[in-house]
């Protein structure tokens, strides 16, 4: 298992959630939700958050199918991690299976007493949380790094 923070990502029309780990990789938790509509924005707040973190990597969540194909969603996905790839370099980006991040997450969130309308954010916050724990379970594991590797796009 490689040492070092390392921050989620979970990709939305209207909210991206974020999440980081300790610099062991034991624990995932909520950073904080970025207004999505406005995408450059978004990258703006995304970067200045790596830059205080500092992580090792950065995972995104990449929706697919529950056959594991990819449709628009994941096309815009891989989109916006290329960008974000080019604003935070030399910071790798990689993409991460994240189906039923979300659902995992809400059934989470309603199991503790939360409600949906007050927990939109928060559920945002808990998805990049169940991709960042996922990710990091997979690596410990299998001693592999997780994801895809994302190349910064022109």
Avoid: W
Avoid at 6 to 18: K, Q, S
Avoid at 57 to 77: D, H, I
Wanted: aromatic share 2%; charged share 25%; hydrophobic share 40%.
């Amino acid at each position: 298992m490689r040492r070092g923070r390392r921050i989620a990502v979970d990709v939305g029309d209207a909210r991206i959630g974020v999440a980081s780990c300790d610099p062991d990789g034991v624990l995932a938790t909520p950073v904080e939700t970025v207004p999505g509509r406005d995408v450059p924005a978004a990258h703006r707040r995304l970067a200045a958050i790596i830059e205080e973190y500092e992580p090792l990597e950065v995972v995104v969540g990449l929706p697919r199918s529950l056959n594991g194909g990819e449709g628009p969603a994941a096309a815009k996905v891989r989109a916006f991690a290329r960008e974000m790839a080019k604003n935070i370099a030399p910071v790798p980006v990689r993409l991460v299976d994240e189906r039923m991040s979300t659902v995992t997450a809400a059934q989470g969130m309603r199991a503790s007493g939360v409600k949906a309308k007050k927990g939109r954010s928060a559920i945002d916050q808990a998805a990049a949380v169940v991709i960042l724990q996922s990710a990091l379970e997979t690596e410990r594991t299998s001693g592999q790094v997780p994801g895809e590797s994302v190349e910064a796009g022109g």
